[in-house]
Every structure is written in C-alpha cells, then in structure tokens.
C-alpha cells in the first residue's frame, strides 16, 4: 500500500526548533512536490510551504517565511519541513502531502489528491 509516514514533532518551547520528516512507503520522492500545511484547533487547515519535484519554493506563507525550510534528501526517500524561532501561535497538527510533479509545476494545495501523512502534533509553549 502506497502512503506516506510522519514522523517528528512533539513539545519544544519558544525560539526553539524541530524538524518533522515525511517518508513515503512503497514509492520514492522521485518526481513529486512536497507540501505541508498545519490546523490549529478551531481552525481551517492552512498551506504554509510547497516545493516542486525540482525543490524549488512554489509556496511559502507569511507566517513562516525566513523560519521554516522545506527540502527533500539527495536519494528522494524523505521530505523534511525544518523549523526555527518556533512561536506558540505556531501550535498546530502539522500534515505533508505528496503529489505527481514530473515537469516541476506543481504546487500542492490542501486539496491534493496526492498522499497525505497522517498528522504530527507541534506543540510550541514554555
């Protein structure tokens, strides 16, 4: 079965850092764009960075832009969303997905048809 798994997160405190990682099982990274997007309770689920199969920024929101890097390793096994200067009002369950990208124009929206992780929680409080 084809799906992508998440992993990282937790508790950090303010000004901290953490990196969330998403690897696909079943499929490599090869061709792909990378999104990643968060919900914080009570809210609508956001896109906050997306890459295209290239790694080249398609998306970036002003809320994250200068603190959160996305990338892909060198062999395409993993997608990483690294995170600095975390705030609290960065508090949320944080999502990647993956989506088909051969010509690298793709810019993954939280309405991808792609392969979504499962979630991670990012909590950012003292």
């Known amino acids: 079965q084809l799906q992508i798994v998440q992993s990282g997160g937790g508790l950090v405190q303010p000004g901290g850092s953490l990196t969330l990682s998403c690897a696909p099982s079943?499929?490599?990274?090869?061709?792909?764009?990378i999104g990643w997007f968060r919900q914080a309770p009570g809210k609508e689920r956001e896109g906050i960075l997306s890459i295209n199969s290239a790694d080249v920024v398609t998306y970036a929101s002003d809320a994250v832009k200068g603190r959160f890097t996305a990338s892909k390793d060198s062999a395409q096994t993993t997608a990483y969303l690294q995170m600095t200067r975390l705030k609290p009002e960065d508090t949320a369950i944080y999502y990647c997905?993956?989506?088909?990208?051969?010509?690298?124009?793709?810019?993954?929206?939280?309405?991808?048809?792609?392969?979504w992780g499962q979630g991670t929680q990012v909590t950012v409080s003292s």
């Open positions: 997905a993956a989506e088909f990208d051969r010509l690298g124009t793709v810019n993954v929206t939280a309405q991808s048809r792609g392969y």
């Open positions: 079943g499929f490599s990274l090869d061709y792909y764009a």
